[in-house]
């Protein structure tokens, strides 16, 4: 089992920076890939950065050139780093852990972005 608590959300206007943390704890020598998703009101979940086992990242388009995602392997934290934030970018941000057991993720309990002046 992983757990996977994040931090760092809050207010920001437009324009600003929130910095995202991810720690993960427990069995984490079974987690393959993380990433963040968010879920914007009214809208599914989407994937908003991830990072593969051999340190490969991937962003969807609306926030790259934004958004840096980090993960620190020592410290079991992954990071993601926004950047001249926008009002779409308001959501419930979830921390996600790929397990390298078939089937098995792992998700945080979210942490609240408003974006908003």
């Known amino acids: 089992q992983v757990q996977l608590v994040e931090s760092g959300g809050g207010f920001v206007q437009p324009g600003g920076s929130l910095r995202l943390s991810c720690e993960a704890s427990?069995?984490?020598?079974?987690?393959?890939?993380m990433g963040w998703y968010r879920q914007r009101p009214g809208a599914q979940r989407e994937a908003v950065a991830f990072?593969?086992?051999?340190?490969?990242?991937n962003y969807i388009h609306s926030v790259r050139g934004r958004f840096t995602l980090s993960r620190d392997k020592v410290k079991n934290t992954l990071d993601l780093q926004m950047n001249s934030l926008k009002f779409e970018d308001t959501a419930v941000y979830y921390c996600?852990?790929?397990?390298?057991?078939?089937?098995?993720?792992?998700w945080g309990q979210g942490t609240q972005v408003n974006v908003s002046s």
């Open positions: 996600h852990a790929e397990s390298s057991l078939l089937g098995v993720e792992y």
């Open positions: 427990g069995s984490t020598s079974e987690i393959y890939g």
């Open positions: 990072i593969s086992k051999g340190g490969h990242i």
